[in-house]
């Protein structure tokens, strides 16, 4: 399997979030975490799936914290600011 397929497992084929989620594991391999940038060069060697990381003890955990934080913040966000965040984090191709 190579990496397009493995993101493309967890996008579902969308071509727009496989080059996003890309582009997010390209910034992982140079993370200050070394378990970010090890699960980011396994995953992009094809030694391991995407979803085999997040699912994984080891890198699973690194994963979510980051996002936990996202999320609580995202929640606590007016409509008008979670529009205003998702206009400015749209990705160049």
Do not use: C, H
Not at 6 to 27: H, P, S, V, Y
Not at 34 to 44: C, D, I, K, Y
Not at 60 to 84: H, K, S, V
């Amino acid at each position: 399997m190579n990496l397009v397929d493995g993101l493309d497992d967890i996008t579902g084929g969308d071509e727009i979030r496989t080059k996003a989620l890309g582009r997010i594991l390209d910034q992982l391999a140079y993370s200050t975490n070394p378990l970010l940038r090890e699960m980011a060069a396994a995953v992009q060697d094809g030694q391991l799936t995407l979803r085999q990381a997040a699912t994984s003890p080891t890198y699973g955990a690194e994963l979510i914290a980051p996002f936990q934080t996202f999320w609580n913040a995202y929640q606590q966000m007016t409509p008008d600011e979670r529009d205003d965040l998702a206009s400015r984090s749209q990705l160049p191709e």
